[in-house]
């Protein structure tokens, strides 16, 4: 999406913490996805959040500021299976959603 | 969990055919379909919405004529790419979503290749 920013790569070491950040500009706000993505595979959901604030769900953790224009996700414990590719995405009105290039994870031993 | 299914996974076909690509909510009454794209090392990008009995919406630079959706019952819809060309190769996964939560659930995916 052109306007959604994420980092393109990203490495962590197994057993670490690790944060990525995405930020949008939209006119049209009805929430903030996290998506996961292995190589050939359909997403598979992670986290919603549409008020401000952290949302804890295990090892994954999802924030916002709606001010800001500002979302992370924080993955704890890492795990080797976790080496995929994260997608930041907003949605419009109808719920569609407006996806970011992704931040492919690295995870190494 | 709510069930997404796409058929078929892959299809190859000869440049100047059709193809259709079904996708299907297996468990509840899908009231919003959208169709997205991807390109090999690209994110995915919103073709079209499609709501239950009305016309589908395109996204800008998206040919209606040459991508067909049609969305006949609550649990189906249907992408058609007419008169395919290799440029169309692509990832095409749909996504479901029932009128009462913000969750949407993917499809896993068809693989096109046009030769």
């Known amino acids: 999406g052109q306007n959604i920013d994420q980092p393109t790569e990203m490495t962590a070491t197994e057993g670490a913490i690790v944060q990525i950040n995405c930020t949008y500009q939209t006119s049209g706000f009805n929430g903030l996805f996290w998506y996961q993505q292995h190589a050939g595979e359909a997403p598979t959901f992670l986290s919603y959040n549409v008020l401000d604030g952290l949302e804890e769900k295990g090892r994954f953790s999802s924030f916002l500021s709606r001010s800001k224009g500002y979302s992370y996700l924080l993955l704890k414990e890492l795990q080797m299976k976790d080496s995929a590719s994260y997608l930041c995405a907003n949605a419009d009105s109808g719920y569609a959603l407006n996806f970011g290039k992704g931040t492919s994870l690295l995870v190494t031993p | 969990g709510a069930v997404v299914s796409q058929h078929p996974s892959w299809v190859i076909c000869k440049s100047g055919t059709s193809v259709k690509i079904e996708c299907r909510s297996l468990d509840f009454q899908a009231t919003t379909m959208f169709w997205y794209r991807q390109f090999p090392k690209q994110s995915l990008m919103l073709m079209a919405t499609?709501?239950?009995?009305?016309?589908?919406?395109?996204e800008q630079g998206v040919e209606k004529d040459k991508f067909l959706i049609n969305h006949a019952s609550l649990t189906l819809s249907t992408l058609t790419v007419t008169s395919a060309h290799p440029e169309d190769s692509s990832f095409y996964i749909c996504s479901a979503r029932s009128g009462t939560s913000y969750e949407q659930y993917f499809g896993p995916g068809t693989r096109l290749t046009v030769t």
């Open positions: 499609s709501n239950e009995g009305s016309k589908a919406t395109y």
